[in-house]
């Protein structure tokens, strides 16, 4: 199993560009969701989706969007990026019923000039 | 709310000494509990977890045991080594979240020395 997997592990855009986070996952997971990680801030929930067809927002979803249209892909788009979007990208995945832990990607490192 | 405080960093040790990573939650009822591990420019790997009070999540010689009567969920390893050098996240989920979000302490930085 490639567990959960993401692209471009790095990027560059800038301001007012947009752009799709990819992140797949191989293990038959429900549950996905997207954290983003900033010094100081640790991780924050930004949207998740408890199966597909099915997303939710998270504690800071604004500035991005996210569908799941097969239980492997969950797709992360920024619609026009801001430096404040400037971050870490990771996506989780988990199985349903406990003990509940998430399984991370490699994450994406952006930077928005 | 739901929070986790992890002791702040950075901590530096020599080789072989003994570590402790101090974990303590607040939330209701009982939550499950972990702690992950980011190695410098990758993504966090699950290192070991605790379901219910008194359980005790082990793994690579790391050990944290769920204390419900203290709140906590202690990282602690015997004999550390140089490749041990990364942040440590304590985490907590509750099966009753209706976002399944993982709260996270804001990180402990370990550096071991040879």
């Given amino acids: ?113 | 709310g739901d929070s986790v405080t992890q002791m702040e960093g950075p901590v530096t040790l020599s080789e072989e000494a003994f570590l402790t990573i101090n974990c303590t939650y607040t939330a209701t009822g009982y939550p499950s509990l972990f702690w992950y591990v980011q190695y410098p420019g990758e993504g966090l790997q699950l290192l070991l977890k605790a379901t219910k009070a008194d359980d005790k999540g082990s793994n690579k010689g790391f050990e944290a045991t769920y204390r419900k009567e203290t709140t906590s969920f202690h990282l602690e390893k015997g004999s550390v080594q140089v490749s041990d050098s990364a942040v440590y996240f304590c985490a907590l989920t509750r099966r009753s979240s209706n976002t399944g979000k993982l709260i996270f302490g804001q990180g402990t930085t370990l550096q071991v020395k040879p």
């Fill in chain 1, 1 to 113: 199993n490639a567990g959960v997997t993401q692209t471009p592990k790095f990027q560059v855009l800038k301001t007012g560009q947009s752009m799709t986070l990819q992140c797949a996952q191989d293990m038959n997971h429900e549950y996905m969701s997207w954290y983003r990680q900033d010094p100081g801030m640790g991780l924050r929930l930004i949207h998740y989706s408890v199966g597909a067809g099915i997303t939710d927002q998270g504690e800071v979803p604004n500035g991005y969007n996210v569908s799941r249209s097969t239980t492997e892909d969950f797709p992360l788009r920024l619609l026009s990026a801001a430096p404040s979007q400037t971050s870490v990208y990771f996506c989780a995945s988990r199985m349903d019923g406990p003990p509940y832990e998430q399984y991370f990607g490699p994450g994406t490192r952006l930077t928005v000039t």
